[in-house]
T-cell receptor
Framework: IAGITQAPTSQILAAGRRMTLRCTQD?????MYWYRQDLGLGLRLIHY???????GKGEVPDGYSVSRANTDDFPLTLASAVPSQTSVYFC????????????FGEGSRLTVL | GESVGLHLPTLSVQEGDNSIINCAYS??????FIWYKQESGKGPQFIID?????DKRQGQRVTVLLNKTVKHLSLQIAATQPGDSAVYFC????????????FGRGTSLIVHP
């Protein structure tokens, strides 16, 4: 059972480059989320999707975009990376629409130079 | 303890001691709370949850206490073990809308053998 799979695990990227972080879940969860984690700031929500075909903005959406073409995949794109986007990115999913635990991937560590 | 808006605090305990990790939440409309454990280099994992109609819930070696009057949540870990060393996050959510959990900044628990 894979759960949530994120790729790449780690990436170093030049500023200005475009980057897509991939997230796939095999649990048929309706809701999916992207968080970034920075030291001392905890987990901050970037974008979310309650169901395939819909997305919403979280706390820190600027510079990021997402799509939800199907239930399983929820890619996060940085159109033009900047150093402040250096972070660890976590994808998560949830089965329930109103309560229930989030299942997290192992994270993607992104460094923008 | 932790609170949304504060720096990451650290709690150091000896193996076998009981640990108490605190969390102050901000949204009085929040009615569902979850504790997550994040080990180094991994994604957060669910520990225990509690709904606002309860003030206490027990799991295996863990107990969560909820005080809605002062908007305070705590996680108690009995007989703390070295494997409990991790960062612990509380998350709150208000039902009635999209399920978008808000995370605190986390507390680092260090267990000394």
């Amino acid at each position: 059972i894979a759960g949530i799979t994120q790729a790449p695990t780690s990436q170093i990227l030049a500023a200005g480059r475009r980057m897509t972080l991939r997230c796939t879940q095999d649990m048929r969860h309706n809701a999916m989320y992207w968080y970034r984690q920075d030291l001392g700031l905890g987990l901050r929500l970037i974008h979310y999707s309650n169901t395939a075909g819909t997305t919403g903005k979280g706390e820190v959406p600027d510079g990021y975009s997402v799509s939800r073409a199907n239930t399983d995949d929820f890619p996060l794109t940085l159109a033009s990376a900047v150093p402040s986007q250096t972070s660890v990115y976590f994808c998560a999913s949830s089965a329930s629409g109103s309560t229930g635990e989030l299942f997290f991937g192992e994270g993607s560590r992104l460094t923008v130079l | 303890g932790e609170s949304v808006g504060l720096h990451l605090p650290t709690l150091s305990v000896q193996e076998g001691d009981n640990s108490i990790i605190n969390c102050a939440y901000s949204n009085s409309a929040s009615d569902y709370f979850i504790w997550y454990k994040q080990e180094s280099g991994k994604g957060p994992q669910f520990i225990i949850d509690i709904r606002s109609n309860m003030d206490k819930r027990q799991g295996q070696r863990v107990t969560v206490l909820l005080n809605k009057t002062v908007k305070h949540l705590s996680l108690q870990i009995a007989a703390t073990q070295p494997g409990d060393s991790a960062v612990y996050f509380c998350a709150e959510n208000a039902s009635g809308g999209s399920y978008i959990p808000t995370f605190g900044r986390g507390t680092s628990l260090i267990v000394h053998p």
